[in-house]
């Protein structure tokens, strides 16, 4: 992978695909899962007219981006009946770590499941639960989206 990792318009995208397959969810009782493998970086770029404060060099400072991230995610929780988010982080850079892991995977509002490397998520479970063996193939089964 290479070049610019613009998430809120991606998730913007998914979300106009998912209203379209809301009657086929509803009715059949199913959910989707978006799963987003990422360094944790949104790099979009402004646009010319947006009245943003931060222009420099035409993007936007790092708070803002992870803000218009976060917005378009919030886009999805009138739509969180039908739509699970996993965040795949591949990334051990600790501001990004510290932005997934305080603000998104912390709210009850969306269902956002922030997973990290097999190692930091299994010491992460073993804080709270030291009987379970939280092997591989659960950490495999929750990035690719399975919630029950």
């Known amino acids: ?8 318009d991606s998730m913007n995208e998914i979300r106009k695909d998912i209203i379209q397959m809301l009657p086929h969810l509803k009715a059949t ?11 944790g970086c949104n790099h979009n770029t402004i646009k010319p007219d947006d009245g943003l404060e931060h222009k420099e060099k035409g993007k936007l ?12 995610l919030e886009s999805l929780s ?21 932005f997934y892991n305080n603000e998104l995977d912390t709210r009850s509002d969306m ?8 190692l930091a998520e299994a010491e992460e479970v073993y804080e709270h639960n ?4 939280y ?10 989206g399975q919630a029950n």
């Open 1 to 8: 992978p290479s070049g610019r990792t613009p998430l809120p």
């Open 29 to 39: 009782k199913t959910k989707v899962c978006i799963i987003i493998a990422t360094d």
């Open 61 to 72: 400072g790092e708070a803002e981006r992870n803000q218009e991230f976060v917005t378009a």
């Open 78 to 98: 009138d739509l969180k009946d039908y739509v699970n988010v996993v965040i795949r982080l591949c990334t051990d850079y600790q501001p990004t770590l510290d």
């Open 111 to 118: 269902n956002i499941d922030v997973i990290d490397d097999h």
């Open 130 to 133: 030291p009987w379970l063996n």
């Open 135 to 144: 092997a591989l193939v659960l950490h495999r089964m929750r990035e690719m």
